[in-house]
Structures are given as structure tokens and as C-alpha cells.
């Protein structure tokens, strides 16, 4: 599953990819805000990326959801 919440971004994107740590399922989240808050960090620790990705491991709605019916 993917949400693209950003069709005119202005140089790289920032990729947020939230993981199931249950079922494994990856949901992609591109949105420009993203990779205007991190430009903003880089330019201030003068760092230079190569790639912007961010993963964060929880657990999905509908893992969540089969864990509360039983």
C-alpha cells in the first residue's frame, strides 16, 4: 500500500515506510512536509544524504484489529 500525499515535490522526497512487525506489510508514505523538515536539519549539520527513509515498526490496523476479536 502506498499513499503519495506529494505529486509536486521540489527535489527528493522523504520515504516514511511504517512496518508490521506481525504481518510484515510495509505502508509508504511520501509527502514533501517530510522532506522539508529533514533538508532543514541536513542544511543545519551541513550533513549530505544519499537517500531519505525513515522506517518505524509498530503493528498495522488490521493486525491490531484480528489481536482484539479473539
Do not use: W
Not at 509536486?8 to 523538515?37: D, F, R, S, W, Y
Not at 543545519?44 to 489481536?67: A, L, S, V
Amino acid at each position: 500500500m502506498q499513499y503519495d500525499t506529494d505529486t509536486q515535490a521540489i527535489g527528493p522526497e522523504t520515504t516514511l515506510n511504517l512496518i508490521c512487525t506481525k504481518c510484515t506489510t510495509v505502508i509508504e508514505i511520501n509527502h514533501q512536509t517530510l522532506g522539508l523538515t529533514f533538508r532543514e536539519i541536513f542544511k543545519m549539520t551541513d550533513f549530505e544524504p544519499h537517500e531519505e527513509t525513515i522506517q518505524m515498526f509498530g503493528i498495522c490496523n488490521h493486525c491490531r484489529k484480528q489481536e482484539q476479536s479473539r
